[in-house]
Every structure is written in structure tokens, then in C-alpha cells.
């Protein structure tokens, strides 16, 4: 479309916001090409949000242990901090149509922000479900769920729940933590919340949440990191995903560091 510089492409995603690719004069091929580069990753990208539910998790776990408990309390403690709401006012920019088109399109029960996980054992682990209230992680199999696998020829995350309850889906970044969990053992926890922290390196990605090359690349980012049990990775236009050896430690290492709102260039 014609801009005040010339011709431009806007790009609108969830994910990344608003951005702009200008063309300059005798430049067609290299607009082309970088609108080719921005466009690539998002129409091949595998989505992952189908959920496989098994009523096989173990009594004993039906209403949690401690570290669902921990789960709990750090949504609360976001909530405290004012960063569950989101980092635009996606109600007022949407129309219900638009928003009901996004959350088919996603996969979504509801809109809700950022996302809670943390280590049960070498395989599994406990995750809060899309589009419930943070603040209030309370039902095991609806608030948190424990994922205990990930079918790759689905693709779909499976999830271990009580025989008793309906359950929720998982978050839709449930495969970007499956995978950062099977590559670093020694991650106990992950925090991902659409705000920022001051002097962290801002990355650009340009994969849609809930994806296998999203999650690719935030585990890439992690093995470059001196620790990758305690680092903090910066997404640009997007929000900041924390790793920890677990959720309490995370909160000890960002209280009063946390930016409600994120930069966006």
C-alpha cells in the first residue's frame, strides 16, 4: 500500500504487533524477498493445539501437590503485579466476529495472558490451561493440567487428567515448554508474560505462538545462554519467557524488575 515514503507492506500478527517492510526505489527484488521472509515461517509453521486427554493421572495427584501449589501462588503474585491483563487492548481493537475468527483460528477456549509451568518429573510436567483466570489456578485437570507427552504425528500435546473432572486445553505454548523441558533437564520452572524487563537482549522471532519452530528457536536462544536454568529470553513486540530451577526462585530473581508494558518497535 502506498506509505508517506513510498510503497509499503504492514504486517499485523498476535505475536509480533504491527510492523512495516518499505520498498526502496530500484529495490523491487529485495522488498519481495524480505516480504518473502516474513511470510515464509508464518504459513509453514506446524501449529500445535490439538490436546489428547487420558484419565490416567494418579490419584494421589487429583487435587495437585506442591508444586501445583507453587503454580497457584505464582499466578496470584502476576496477578499482584498487574500482569495478567493484555499488553494491548485486543476487546476495543477486535470486533466479536474478528474475536471469535482468532480464537477458532488458535484453537483458543478464551483469551487469557501468559502462561505458567513447571517440572513434575523427567518427562512430565504441570501447566496452567488456556483462557482461565491465572489468579485463580485452583482445579487440577482445569486450571493446571499435568502434560505427560507430546504425539508428534498428530500433533498433539497429551495431557494426564483426573476421570472425574471435564478438562480445559493446555496453554498453546505447551509444545514450546515440552520441548524446552526435554532439552534442559536442569529447567524447573517457566514463566512466560507479555511485559519486559529492563537490559535483557530483545530477539526476533517471527513464528506464531504454539508452534514447533517457535519452540525451536526459544530452545535454541536457551542453549546460547551461560544458564539456561536462569535465563530470561526477551521476544520482541511480544513479551519475555523466564526460566528457573523453580517458580519460587523465578519470583525471587524478577520482583520490582518487570515492565507491564512491552516495548514495541
Not at 529495490?27 to 516480504?35: H, Q
Not at 502462561?115 to 523427567?122: G, H, I, M, V
Not at 526435554?182 to 505462538?209: D, F, K, L
Given at each position: 500500500?502506498?506509505?508517506?515514503?513510498?510503497?509499503?507492506?504492514?504486517?499485523?500478527?498476535?505475536?509480533?504487533?504491527?510492523?512495516?517492510?518499505?520498498?526502496?526505489?530500484?529495490?523491487?527484488?529485495?522488498?519481495?524477498?524480505?516480504?518473502?521472509?516474513?511470510?515464509?515461517?508464518?504459513?509453514?509453521?506446524?501449529?500445535?493445539?490439538?490436546?489428547?486427554?487420558?484419565?490416567?493421572?494418579?490419584?494421589?495427584?487429583?487435587?495437585?501437590?506442591?508444586?501445583?501449589?507453587?503454580?497457584?501462588?505464582?499466578?496470584?503474585?502476576?496477578?499482584?503485579?498487574?500482569?495478567?491483563?493484555?499488553?494491548?487492548?485486543?476487546?476495543?481493537?477486535?470486533?466479536?466476529?474478528?474475536?471469535?475468527?482468532?480464537?477458532?483460528?488458535?484453537?483458543?477456549?478464551?483469551?487469557?495472558?501468559?502462561?505458567?509451568?513447571?517440572?513434575?518429573?523427567?518427562?512430565?510436567?504441570?501447566?496452567?490451561?488456556?483462557?482461565?483466570?491465572?489468579?485463580?489456578?485452583?482445579?487440577?485437570?482445569?486450571?493446571?493440567?499435568?502434560?505427560?507427552?507430546?504425539?508428534p504425528a498428530?500433533?498433539?500435546?497429551?495431557?494426564?487428567?483426573?476421570?472425574?473432572?471435564?478438562?480445559?486445553?493446555?496453554?498453546?505454548d505447551a509444545?514450546?515448554?515440552?520441548?524446552?523441558?526435554?532439552?534442559?533437564?536442569?529447567?524447573?520452572?517457566?514463566?512466560?508474560?507479555?511485559?519486559?524487563?529492563?537490559?535483557?537482549?530483545?530477539?526476533?522471532?517471527?513464528?506464531?505462538?504454539?508452534?514447533?519452530?517457535?519452540?525451536?528457536?526459544?530452545?535454541?536462544?536457551?542453549?546460547?545462554?551461560?544458564?539456561?536454568?536462569?535465563?530470561?529470553?526477551?521476544?520482541?513486540?511480544?513479551?519475555?519467557?523466564?526460566?528457573?530451577?523453580?517458580?519460587?526462585?523465578?519470583?525471587?530473581?524478577?520482583?520490582?524488575?518487570?515492565?507491564?508494558?512491552?516495548?514495541?518497535?
Open positions: 500500500m502506498p506509505g508517506q515514503e513510498g510503497v509499503e507492506a504492514h504486517f499485523i500478527t498476535l505475536e509480533r504487533g504491527h510492523y512495516t517492510i518499505r520498498h526502496r526505489p530500484g529495490r523491487d527484488d529485495d522488498f519481495f524477498a524480505e516480504i518473502y521472509e516474513r511470510l515464509h515461517p508464518l504459513a509453514s509453521s506446524r501449529l500445535v493445539i490439538n490436546n489428547i486427554f487420558r484419565t490416567d493421572l494418579e490419584p494421589e495427584l487429583w487435587n495437585g501437590d506442591e508444586i501445583t501449589e507453587q503454580i497457584s501462588r505464582a499466578g496470584k503474585r502476576l496477578d499482584a503485579m498487574n500482569l495478567l491483563p493484555a499488553p494491548f487492548p485486543v476487546h476495543e481493537i477486535l470486533t466479536e466476529r474478528e474475536l471469535r475468527h482468532v480464537k477458532r483460528l488458535y484453537g483458543l477456549g478464551g483469551l487469557s495472558y501468559g502462561n505458567l509451568s513447571a517440572r513434575k518429573d523427567r518427562n512430565r510436567f504441570w501447566m496452567s490451561a488456556s483462557g482461565v483466570n491465572k489468579a485463580k489456578l485452583e482445579v487440577i485437570g482445569q486450571d493446571i493440567l499435568l502434560v505427560s507427552g507430546f504425539d498428530i500433533p498433539a500435546i497429551i495431557l494426564s487428567v483426573p476421570p472425574h473432572v471435564q478438562p480445559r486445553r493446555v496453554s498453546v509444545i514450546e515448554h515440552w520441548m524446552i523441558y526435554q532439552q534442559h533437564p536442569e529447567i524447573g520452572a517457566i514463566v512466560h508474560v507479555h511485559a519486559w524487563m529492563e537490559g535483557i537482549r530483545s530477539t526476533e522471532i517471527n513464528y506464531p505462538c504454539g508452534t514447533i519452530e517457535l519452540a525451536q528457536a526459544v530452545s535454541r536462544l536457551l542453549a546460547q545462554e551461560p544458564d539456561p536454568s536462569r535465563a530470561v529470553i526477551g521476544l520482541k513486540n511480544h513479551g519475555v519467557t523466564i526460566t528457573g530451577r523453580s517458580m519460587d526462585e523465578i519470583f525471587e530473581r524478577i520482583e520490582g524488575k518487570i515492565i507491564p508494558q512491552v516495548p514495541m518497535s
